[in-house]
């Protein structure tokens, strides 16, 4: 697949099989991520904490369905059922917002090396903030000091294939 299908395939999946990935494909997808740009090249500025043990992933989508819930009201669930889980977190940045540009460089790298690979994905909010709320989780993550959880994504088998899309963001031509 060349970069310009990868792009176009990617689509956000929501429910996952039970099969995990590959070892090798992970490597593949962290690998995408460290290549990502970033401010200032502050490399050290990001932590990626990827989780596949299934009490850990409970007890995450266990307090993603508590903040859901108090964010957006009962009956929307976000455990996708995902086997593979990134969180990425960073320092606070010098100007203030970059270090979401930069968590968002490295994780759509691994979407597009994810989809490359044939593995269905997703980058999401409310469990980097779920995370971010709750000391014991962060310190069983082991997300260093200083540093807070701003986005994750998902990795796995998409339980149903889901078609491209496309999307339309305003553009001026000057
Ligand atoms: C920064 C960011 C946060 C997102 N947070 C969530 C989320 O919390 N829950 C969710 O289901 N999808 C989340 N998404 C996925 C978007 O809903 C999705 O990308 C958008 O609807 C476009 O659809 P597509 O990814 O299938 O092209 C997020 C996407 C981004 C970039």
């Excluded at 995990?20 to 502050?42: D, T, V």
């Excluded at 889980?85 to 960073?90: D, E, R, T």
Aim: charged share 25%.
């Amino acid at each position: 697949m060349n970069t310009l299908e990868a792009i176009a395939k990617r689509v956000s999946v929501r429910k996952y099989k039970s099969e995990q990935i590959s070892e090798e494909a992970l490597e593949k997808i962290i690998k995408a991520g460290c290549a990502a740009p970033m401010a200032m090249a502050r490399y050290d500025s990001l932590h990626i904490t990827v989780v596949q043990n299934e009490d850990v992933m409970k007890q995450i989508m266990d307090a993603t369905a508590v903040f859901v819930t108090k964010a957006f009201g009962e009956g929307k669930s976000m455990d996708f059922g995902e086997k593979t889980l990134i969180i990425v977190s960073s320092t606070p940045a010098i100007v203030a917002g970059m270090e979401y540009a930069n968590v968002g460089c490295v994780l759509e790298n691994m979407l597009l090396a994810a989809t490359d690979l044939g593995i269905a994905n997703i980058i999401w909010g409310a469990c980097a903030i779920a995370v971010d709320q709750n000391e014991e989780l962060k310190k069983m993550l082991g997300i260093p000091e200083g540093f807070k959880p701003l986005l994750c994504a998902s990795f796995g088998y998409a339980e149903k294939e889901e078609p491209a899309k496309t999307h339309n963001i305003a553009v001026t031509r000057v």
